[in-house]
């Protein structure tokens, strides 16, 4: 009877080591999962603002051609209508 006994706390005692060092390797993937988890978020969130920065760039590059654009056909309009004005006076007897 003492025999089992032995036996029963022996492989109780097994058991329990097992489910540790099983729980501890659980642990230790689930930690991991997480970190890898926590890089992937933080790698995404810096892409996203590198991504938004240059959306702003390319907007403000953009802006600024349009303005150019606006300002150059303001002064061709401007040229043109001191250039009429100007064969308006000469035209004037």
């Known amino acids: 009877m003492t025999e089992l006994k032995n036996k ?16 501890h390797h659980l642990g230790n993937a689930a930690s991991e999962a997480v ?6 978020i933080t790698h995404a969130a810096h892409k996203a603002k590198d991504l938004a920065v240059e959306t702003v ?3 403000k590059h953009t ?8 300002q150059e056909v303001a002064h061709k309009a401007v040229t043109k209508v001191k ?11």
């Open 57 to 59: 760039e390319k907007i």
């Open 8 to 23: 029963v706390t022996e492989a109780a005692e097994q058991a329990k080591n097992t489910a540790t060092e099983k729980a």
């Open 83 to 93: 250039h009429s004005d100007d064969l308006t006076k000469t035209a004037r007897p």
């Open 63 to 70: 802006g600024e051609k349009v303005v150019e654009k606006v």
């Open 35 to 40: 970190h890898k988890g926590e890089d992937a």
